[in-house]
């Protein structure tokens, strides 16, 4: 197979001019050629609405795909805590400068530096779009917009909307779509699947889609194809992902071509509502908003019976202040996440299962909240119980619909006694390799948001995630695209009986009836469920050689099994999950492998891969910056056979350092 | 606990459909209550028996996919809850529950418990955003908003556009999911300049769709999931009306 040569396509310049200089001089496409230029977005959460929406109005033709019944429903919406913005509208000191060095250090590392410098430079145009279509963000009294911290920083920029932002900001991208959906410039499938890439001549012309209502297949020209389908975080079965949030798009696309950067580089969040039983389906986030204000305990005994509200201050260990003063409760995830593991493995843990720790408001309630009320109602020595009561009311103004939802999954009152969290796998920071342009190695294929490797190195900072699918999609696709297609306005549009498109549809029919010939005894779902157990016992939280290695052998096997011995009800005909569902399990059984290859291959720990071999004496993740100080992009050769290839990270404008939140 | 359920069993759209009974045991009160269809489903496979296919996403209560009518309630017997959050601990050992699609003729069945809503996205199509093309935007704090009309708005703007309001109306009405969005944004400067025009277009989109008129029986808010104000009816009745005064050719 052709070797592939890795081009991140970066500027020349000084870091902060790049992005300035690049838009200024990036080719331009005539408003008339861009009539006759079709663009395929497949995906509408963040980055797919927004990129969508705004090609559509610079007058490109576009149609978008979205697997939900509306574009609206995309995984975005259940963003809770916030999004980042350079803005220093607090005056604490903010700058793109630091918004880009917290990001690059957050990821420990292990990002492409120009990419995360434009991220902070627009960060602060997401803001200004998104409250000029009308998103409700919170505000003062004097009407102007409140934020608040996010681990990582020690700045306040993270604009937010109750426990519901990626809500607000999803539904300004989709009205923005519906508005040019309205207007006829984009044609809107939902209910559609994206199953396969088209290439021509070598370049991505379009896809093949499943309409899962009536099962039909599909054939959809365009001169660029965008795949903006979020994580693959689904492949551990239990994750905080939706339901369908699944790896296929990436996934046909890495065997077409596309290297795959990172794939072992997996977010598991912290806060998260732990598992109550084997029938758990999903697993449910707490914010990392609420670590501005709940503390993170264990008891100190580890025989400890008493109820959490019993145990006095001198029983309790805080751990998370205790080991890292300076940050206490806003380290970054995955060290907050991994200290949580430690204190669980060590057997202080709490909860039935001992694999819980408490996440307490009553401190900052009383003390930080109602005290302040007090103040303001002019209420002298104040008791407990008001102070409680004040404190709630405010608490409940910035977190009420998640102590809500923690309410009716436990049975129990965050207001009263502590939530019991442990950490859940949450964000893929690994993806679909992109180059400056967001350009995957196969020409005309682009990869937004979550789907690509590109921003957050191997951790993401909380409130980044929205930050990025907004910032490709609004405000650096249309201008990156425009460097393609510039060079490809002759290209008339390729009718869809071309070779090309009735060979792919061939295969991907040809791949569903064997789906359905197998006749096996076994459910998808059930081959899911045995595949996340694998890939979180051996390629969660802590990796090592031998875990690693048994489980690509396992997971080898149990595919071979998934092709032998799966049973899929219904037929192609018509609206059939089972169908659906079995197709991205399939999908998620060869990336699974790509993942234990990957973490196997990184002889190091840094961000959220953690190899036991690799740690410091206190159990801090140990790098290996002269080895390791590269983006592993993975071109897919056969089954079970891919080539590494190395991206090489320089930093120029930022000193590396072990990161210290001590 | 063991529960009996009885489930609407449709094949597609043009299919007639009936109540199966399934019974369900070893339920779990921990279990939400799409987790309990998982696992019948599970077995239905066993079976031999087709899955029940039923619309369901993010499992957090954000996202409005699911949309289960059961025991005669949009999203079941508790207030302010859907379907994915409602737990088992909700119902009794020996219950039998009553599941079915949501019933108007504007969201029609597509198989067992899914239904079509493309109906509320051709609605927020006729009108339901800011006119602003990205890149337009004035720096955010140039445009102070009052913290109260701010609540307000994000209140309206909670609507998950589930489809419950319209599930509950005797009259299949989408009036509160309409003038959720309409309310969002008549609240906030940023949609006053279109504000008569969104008001109407909306409201003749929604006739268009086949949903039915408002009675003002106040099911829907009673229903909704998101507990979305009838207060944003009557603000949708005085825009409606104040904008056809203003625009008498329409």
Request: with cysteine.
């Amino acid at each position: 197979m052709a070797t592939i040569k890795l081009d991140a396509k970066v500027p020349e310049g000084p870091i902060a001019e790049k992005w300035t200089k690049y838009r200024s001089t990036v080719p331009l496409v005539n408003p008339a050629n861009k009539r006759n230029l079709e663009i395929i977005v497949v995906g509408t959460g963040l980055a797919g609405a927004s990129a969508a929406a705004s090609l559509a109005e610079m007058g490109y033709k576009v149609k978008a795909f979205c697997f939900q019944d509306s574009p609206r429903r995309a995984h975005s919406i259940a963003a809770q805590g916030g999004i980042n913005a350079a803005k220093n509208y607090q005056n604490d000191g903010d700058s793109t400068f630091r918004l880009f060095y917290d990001t690059i250090k957050g990821g420990d590392y292990r990002a492409r530096e120009a990419n995360v410098h434009r991220l902070a430079e627009v960060s602060g145009n997401i803001i200004d779009q998104c409250v000029a279509q009308g998103v409700p963000f919170a505000r003062d009294y004097g009407g102007m917009l409140r934020n608040r911290s996010f681990g990582g920083t020690q700045v306040q920029r993270t604009f937010y909307a109750a426990g519901q932002t990626g809500q607000q900001l999803l539904l300004g991208a989709y009205s923005a779509l519906e508005r040019q959906i309205g207007k006829g410039a984009v044609q809107m499938y939902s209910r559609h699947e994206m199953l396969e890439v088209v290439k021509i001549d070598g370049k991505a012309r379009g896809i093949i889609a499943r309409n899962l209502v009536t099962g039909e297949l599909e054939r959809h020209f365009g001169h660029a194809v965008l795949l903006c389908t979020g994580g693959y975080g689904n492949v551990f079965y239990l994750s905080t992902n939706a339901m369908g949030s699944n790896t296929t798009a990436i996934w046909k696309a890495h065997k077409q071509g596309a290297v795959f950067g990172n794939p072992c580089f997996t977010q598991i969040h912290p806060t998260c509502i732990p598992v109550s039983g084997d029938h758990q389906s999903k697993l449910t986030l707490m914010s990392e908003s609420l670590r501005n204000d709940g503390r993170i305990w264990v008891p100190k005994n580890k025989d400890e019976k008493r109820a959490a509200n019993d145990i006095p201050e001198e029983d309790r260990d805080y751990y998370l202040e205790r080991r890292y003063p300076a940050f206490g409760n806003l380290v970054p995830r995955d060290i907050a996440s991994r200290a949580a593991k430690e204190r669980c493995d060590a057997g202080y843990g709490v909860g039935a299962t001992k694999m819980a720790v408490y996440l307490d408001f009553k401190y900052n309630l009383v003390n930080k909240y109602g005290k302040a009320e007090a103040t303001k109602l002019g209420i002298e020595n104040p008791d407990y119980d008001t102070l409680v009561r004040l404190g709630k009311e405010v608490v409940k103004e910035e977190y009420g619909n998640l102590f809500d939802m923690y309410k009716q999954i436990t049975g129990e009152d965050p207001y009263e006694v502590p939530m019991m969290i442990y950490p859940a796998v949450h964000y893929t920071m690994g993806g679909l390799w992109v180059d400056y342009n967001l350009m995957t190695t196969v020409p005309g294929l682009y990869c937004l948001g979550e789907a690509n490797f590109s921003d957050h190195g191997a951790n993401r900072l909380g409130a980044s995630a929205l930050m990025q699918g907004l910032s490709d999609g609004y405000f650096v696709i249309p201008y990156t695209i425009g460097a393609y297609l510039s060079s490809d306005i002759k290209t008339k549009a390729i009718p869809t009986d071309h070779e090309a498109f009735v060979e792919t549809e061939k295969q991907v029919k040809e791949r569903i009836d064997t789906l359905l010939s197998i006749k096996g005894k076994l459910s998808p779902e059930s081959f899911h469920k045995r595949l996340g157990k694998i890939m979180w016992e051996k390629c969660g939280m802590a990796r090592n050689e031998k875990g690693l290695t048994e489980a690509i052998q396992e997971i080898r096997e149990l595919r071979k099994e998934f092709w032998s011995d799966l049973k899929v009800m219904g037929d192609a005909d018509g609206f059939n999950p089972e169908l659906d569902k079995a197709g991205r399990v399939a999908d998620f059984l060869e990336l699974g492998e790509l993942m234990c290859i990957d973490a196997l291959d990184r002889k190091e720990s840094c961000g959220g891969h953690f190899r036991e071999e690799y740690q410091e004496d206190g159990g801090e993740a140990m790098r290996d910056d002269k080895n390791y100080m590269y983006v592993a992009a993975w071109e897919y050769n056969k089954e079970s056979d891919w080539t590494l290839h190395k991206e090489d990270l320089i930093y120029e404008n930022i000193k590396i350092a072990q990161r210290n939140y001590k | 606990m063991n529960i009996t359920l009885k489930v609407w069993r449709q094949k597609n759209q043009n299919a007639k459909g009936a109540l199966e009974t399934y019974k369900v045991s070893d339920v779990s009160p921990d279990m939400s209550f799409l987790e309990m269809f998982d696992v019948l489903n599970e077995r239905l496979v066993t079976e031999d028996i087709e899955p029940i296919a039923f619309d369901h996403d993010c499992r957090e209560g954000i996202c409005g996919t699911c949309s289960m009518y059961i025991n005669g309630r949009p999203h079941g017997p508790l207030e302010g809850v859907t379907t994915c959050q409602l737990h088992m601990r909700s119902f009794k050992d020996g219950d039998t529950i009553v599941v079915e699609p949501w019933r108007a003729s504007a969201f029609p069945v597509i198989k067992d418990l899914v239904v079509d809503r493309t109906a509320f996205d051709r609605i927020i199509a006729s009108g339901g955003f800011v006119s602003v093309n990205t890149g337009n935007a004035q720096d955010a704090n140039n445009l102070p908003i009052g913290k109260d009309q701010a609540d307000k708005a994000f209140a309206a703007a909670a609507c998950i556009g589930c489809g419950a309001c319209v599930a509950a109306c005797k009259n299949a009405s989408a009036m509160l999911f309409v003038s959720a969005k309409v309310s969002q944004l008549a609240l906030l400067p940023q949609g006053e300049p279109e504000r008569e025009k969104r008001a109407l277009n909306m409201v003749a989109q929604m006739d268009a769709e086949g949903f039915g008129a408002c009675t003002n029986t106040g099911a829907c808010a009673a229903e909704c999931p998101k507990e979305i104000s009838l207060d944003n009816i009557a603000r949708l009745n005085r825009e409606f009306l104040s904008a056809s005064v203003a625009n008498p050719e329409v």
